[in-house]
């Protein structure tokens, strides 16, 4: 990152630096995702993304506005990618089910980006000032589980899962063992681990439709 | 809680208000299963428990003293009350690991107690000045997937789980189930809901002692 900042420094030479949105964003990300909106100031986001503090006001209004910002980045980023891996209809229910398990599970641990979920993390530990945020993610957290129940209905309607198995309890389930395998990976399990539970879940799925 | 302080204060009329240990740990509880062990200062500790701070100083020495009591007491309310629903040999261990799930989803969704995992959330934003805390919380919340395994082990012995089973794996798996039912709760799913998640894991028990 720092990088960047340094060859965007260069390339603008003799003129003021330039801002740039998206750096400034993945840099303000990596802080929310590592301590939580809670606990990073506006103060730790200025020193971080390089920025001045007006010009972050200017581009965001306050730190809310830059955390909507940077959710709205980490879903174009990150999640919109993991559900493609889901919503490919020529994948069977079991592929397109490990191919997004295995895209969450790589983002959990990889060394780009702190370990574990971004939604979970930011909301660890709201305090009672910031409902709207709260809300907010929470919201879209939630929509992990109404993706899995939106997938899943379309796979009842082409017949791949029973037509008597409730499509809300399945979610549910899977959406649990996602959440906790991001538990895990805060917690230090490699890669490795997270698949062996994508696999142990995966073995576990014609029976979940049996139950 | 302020019900117990008033009846402490009436029976030491006109002495010096008596410290009550137990009181004051389990209000520093509610603060760090709330807001997490970083969030949590000192000014709020000593604004909760009502202790005056040379006295919390005298008990605890700092923070990290204070919350090392409250985690000692944590186990001894909730987490080896929860264990003792494992290790009951009259148990199958089908029950043993629904009575014990139960127990746990009771506890992340009781409104005496904020919602979701003491230790998962305590440990959420952990920043790099508390090494040792984050060390200790990890160890103590590692004892879960561990605590799984020596049960496991227990009725491996006992020939009631196939000798060719993964442990480990199977742990693992459980716990990850565990970890994830907090986040739920934390998020706001019901007590019913959690008890769902337990009999959906517990169905698949049989299937997972096959795969």
Redesign the interface.
């Known amino acids: 990152m720092t990088t960047e900042v340094a060859s965007c420094a260069k390339k603008s030479r003799g003129r003021p630096k330039v801002f740039d949105r998206d750096v400034a964003l993945d840099k303000a990300m990596t802080l929310f995702w590592?301590?939580?909106y809670?606990?990073t100031s506006l103060a730790d986001l200025v020193e971080a993304t390089g920025a001045k503090a007006p010009t972050l006001y200017a581009e965001f209004v306050n730190k809310e506005g830059l955390f909507r910002a940077v959710l709205d980045r980490y879903i174009s980023r990150f999640a919109d990618k993991h559900e493609a891996q889901l919503f490919c209809e020529e994948k069977s229910v079991e592929d397109a089910l490990r191919d997004y398990f295995s895209a969450v599970a790589t983002c959990f641990t990889s060394k780009d980006t702190p370990a574990g979920c971004f939604m979970?993390?930011t909301?660890?530990?709201l305090?009672a000032s910031s409902k709207e945020i709260a809300h907010t993610i929470?919201s879209r957290?939630?929509m992990q589980e109404k993706t899995l129940c939106e997938f899943l209905t379309q796979r009842q309607a082409r017949g791949e899962i029973p037509a008597d198995k409730c499509i809300g309890?399945l979610a549910?389930?899977l959406?649990?063992?996602?959440?906790?395998?991001?538990?895990?990976a805060r917690?230090?399990a490699s890669l490795e681990?997270l698949l062996?539970?994508t696999d142990?879940t995966l073995?576990?799925w014609p029976?979940?439709l049996k139950?």
């Open positions: 590592q301590h939580g809670e606990a979970i993390n909301s660890a530990t305090a929470k957290h939630a309890e549910q389930f959406s649990c063992i996602l959440q906790g395998m991001s538990i895990s917690e230090g681990t062996q539970i142990t073995r576990l029976q979940m139950i």
